[in-house]
Each structure stands twice: as structure tokens, then as C-alpha cells.
């Protein structure tokens, strides 16, 4: 992105921190780039050549890349090397705006949220729905959680990194969002490594199956957003066809994967939810009835 790293209240370039230098950390450092000169640290400092090469400035320290900038992004492994990092430096923090783009849960992101306001730390906890190369470019969503205040003066200076929205007051939102959108991802990737492993026994490329898979996907995202009307209704109209009718194809579906020999466990799984649902009376609903097998812990069944 060309736009200059400027924030809403300042017309000069706003000093940013970036803390971890992997790949995605690195990403977002080479983001930052376009409008400034931002400052960088890792532990591994080799990491930090090429971005220093390129105008960025390599911190001695992680406190002296703090102290550096108001706005401070880090992105790291997990939550604990996040504490592991930025605990020890809760001091020099005081006063500035923690950004924190590392994945965790939503109880992780608003535990950090109350050790930061312990600190007198502004906190924004972050999800990146992007892989480190759209970092940038209008391909990379960002959605952010946290003191509306706070995103409204770095929103500029964070559109470096892609498209940013910000959700909630509440920090533990777009972990949220995060955790659905990988139960999504894995449920679509896993039902097609299982389709891929049918059509696989009578010698049909993966590659051959793809687009009319990609075609069939699109058509279940017309029934998502049908769906997300009767969840949040609470009701569950059969308008396309009835869990009872899903149930008999669940069952073909378990038959033809084991009768060729592949694993029908995912079907089986997924056909032993829906008998669930079935057994409490929901067999006429449509399929989005089945949001109630979700809402409650296997411990519960």
C-alpha cells in the first residue's frame, strides 16, 4: 500500500513498534515501511536485515523498541511469549497503545486486556485474516477489538497492514471471530480432502473435481446467510429441505466411504449429531436447526 502512515488526528508520519519478526511479523513490518520508518525488534535480530536494508530502524532492546513509538504492534507465537515479552516492560508501555495481532482465545485477549489497564496501557487485541503475503494489500481483513478511541487514532496508520474494522469495546471479539472463521475453514478444507478421497478411488484428479466443488461452495454460502436469519430469529422453517432429509443423505455418504474403502469418520461424526437432533423433534426443521447440538457441551449429551 502507498498510503502514508499518518494517524486521523496528525499529518505526520506516526512512529510504530513492531514487535516479532516472523513471517507474518515481518510482513507487517515491510507494511509499515510504505509510510515510515518504523522501528523493529526480535530476539533473532538477522531476521530484522532485510527490513533494515529497506529503511526500518533495529531496536538494541525490546524496551528501547517501545520507547521508541506511541504505537506498539506485536505479533508473536501465542499469548504466553506475548507476556513473556511485554511483562517485563509493562513501565515503559505505560502511556502508549499495545496492539496485539498474535492468535489466541477471546479469554486470553481480554486477560491481556486487564493486565495492560494495569499497567496504564491503552490495548487493542487484533486478528489477521490473511496469510503474510496479502499483508498490505486490499486482500488482508484485520479486525480489531478494543477502545474505539484508540482504533479511531491509528486507523490510518493501521490501513498500512490491509483493510481494518474495528468490532467491539469488547477485547475479546475478535478472537471470537477468528476461532469461527477456523471452524469454517477446517469443516469446508476437511470435507474436501473428504470428497477429494472419494472421487480418488476411480482415478479423478483432485484438480478435476475442484471447480465444481468451488461451484457447489458458492451456492452453500446463499444457504449461510439464510440461516444466519433463522439462528438469530430462532426459528427454523424448512424453506430448501428438512434435517430428516439431510439424515438419508448422511447415511449414503457414510455407506459410499466405507464400501471404497476410505475413512467415514467425518460423515459418521457429522450423522451422529444430526440423529441428536433428530431424537428431540427436530427432523422437520431446516438444517440451521442444528445450531442447538453446537450450543451445548458434549459433557451436556
Known amino acids: 500500500m502507498t498510503e502514508q502512515l499518518l494517524s486521523k488526528s496528525d499529518a505526520r508520519p506516526v512512529p510504530v513498534t513492531v514487535l516479532g519478526l516472523g513471517l507474518m511479523g515481518q510482513a507487517m513490518a515491510g507494511a509499515f515501511l510504505a509510510g515510515g520508518h518504523p522501528t523493529v525488534w526480535n530476539r533473532s535480530p538477522g531476521k530484522a536485515d532485510d527490513l533494515v536494508a529497506h529503511g526500518a530502524t533495529l531496536a538494541a532492546s525490546a524496551r528501547a523498541a517501545v520507547a521508541a513509538s506511541p504505537l506498539v504492534v506485536i505479533c508473536v507465537t501465542d499469548h504466553g511469549a506475548v507476556h513473556d515479552l ?50 498490505g494489500t486490499a486482500d488482508a481483513f484485520i479486525l480489531y477489538s478494543g477502545p474505539r478511541p484508540a482504533f479511531d487514532t491509528y486507523e490510518s496508520t493501521l490501513q498500512n497492514l490491509g483493510a481494518p474494522t474495528w468490532l467491539s469495546a469488547d477485547h475479546g471479539l475478535s478472537a471470537l471471530y477468528d476461532m469461527a472463521m477456523l471452524s469454517v475453514m477446517w469443516s469446508v ?13 476411480a482415478q479423478v484428479h ?20 439464510a440461516y444466519a436469519d433463522q439462528i438469530d430469529a430462532g426459528t427454523y422453517p424448512a424453506d430448501d429441505s428438512t434435517i430428516d432429509t439431510h439424515l438419508a443423505a448422511m447415511e449414503h455418504l457414510v455407506d459410499e466411504s466405507q464400501s471404497l474403502g476410505i475413512s467415514a469418520e467425518l460423515p459418521m461424526f457429522v450423522k451422529t449429531l444430526t440423529e441428536r437432533a433428530v431424537a428431540e423433534g427436530r427432523g422437520s426443521a431446516s438444517y440451521a436447526a442444528m445450531i442447538d447440538q453446537f450450543r451445548q457441551p458434549a459433557t451436556a449429551r
Not at 106 to 113: D, F, V
Open 86 to 135: 511485554v511483562d517485563p516492560l509493562g513501565d515503559v508501555l505505560a502511556g502508549r497503545t499495545l496492539v496485539n495481532l498474535t492468535s489466541g482465545t477471546s479469554m486470553q485477549a481480554r486477560e491481556t486486556a486487564d493486565w495492560a489497564a494495569g499497567q496504564g496501557t491503552t490495548y487493542v487485541d487484533g486478528v489477521i485474516l490473511a496469510i503474510p503475503p496479502a499483508i
Open 189 to 201: 478444507l476437511n470435507g474436501f480432502l473428504q470428497g477429494a478421497a472419494l472421487l480418488g478411488t
Open 206 to 225: 483432485a484438480a478435476t473435481i475442484t471447480p465444481f466443488l468451488v461451484q457447489g461452495i458458492g451456492a452453500i454460502t446463499e444457504w449461510m446467510l
